[in-house]
């Protein structure tokens, strides 16, 4: 069994649409990361949290250390978020352990 | 924000050749980068973690003296992929840790060994 499972690992929306994205991990972690990677590789970073709740522009993330269970929320969502978006559980010793990705797609 | 440039972002290259990827954190320095392997469709998996000045520690499984690492300076690594071989072929992405331990990832390079 994966340390970090997510769910779904594959999401279609229509543009608009509240998306969430679910994260579970058996480790404990000091910082969880989501990361959004888009169609030819490159990895963003979107966010690290280690309690609570972030928000950038449409995107909401948030975590509960007890229930050791994240979200990634899109509000709006929009064709150019599709992409796999992947979360990292940053262990103490500061390695990560990811997800197998959810694979998101917005369609017009 | 931070970056993290790799070069190069593709490259090709003929089974036996050596191929040497750059992972440079671009406005910050990064005592400690970690190189990982994307298999497609598949969860990237850490090779090993780069240490500024000391050798790298390399994860179960992956041969250092397959994959040479060097940190050479606070804002360099570079792996060295030696000898290879068709089963090489992958993306492999870096990333670099800053002082207040966020990690940033470059963008990425697919190798492709004929």
């Known amino acids: 069994k994966n340390e970090v499972e997510q769910s779904p690992q594959n999401l279609t929306a229509q543009e608009g649409e509240f998306i969430t994205i679910n994260c579970s991990y058996s480790?404990?972690?000091?910082?969880l990361h989501w990361l959004q990677q888009h169609p030819g590789g490159g990895i963003v970073s979107l966010f690290m949290l280690s309690s609570g709740k972030k928000k950038h522009g449409r995107l909401i993330a948030t975590i509960n250390i007890q229930e050791k269970h994240s979200s990634l929320h899109i509000t709006a969502s929009h064709p150019r978020d599709s992409a796999v978006y992947i979360c990292?559980?940053?262990?103490?010793?500061?390695?990560?352990?990811f997800g197998k990705g959810t694979l998101l797609t917005v369609n017009p | 924000g931070a970056v993290v440039s790799q070069h190069p972002s593709r490259v090709i290259c003929k089974s036996g050749t050596s191929v040497k990827i750059e992972c440079r954190s671009l406005?910050?320095?990064?005592?400690?980068m970690f190189w990982y392997r994307q298999f497609p469709k598949k969860s990237l998996m850490l090779m090993a973690t780069s240490n500024e000045g000391s050798k790298a520690t390399y994860e179960q499984g992956v041969e250092k003296d397959k994959f040479l690492i060097n940190h050479a300076s606070l804002t360099l690594s570079t792996l060295t992929v030696t000898s290879a071989h068709p089963e090489d072929s992958s993306f492999y992405i870096c990333s670099a840790r800053d002082q207040a331990e966020t990690q940033y990832f470059g963008p990425g390079t697919r190798l492709l060994v004929l």
């Open positions: 990292a559980a940053h262990g103490s010793n500061y390695k990560l352990t």
């Open positions: 480790v404990g972690i000091s910082a």
């Open positions: 406005d910050f320095q990064a005592t400690t």
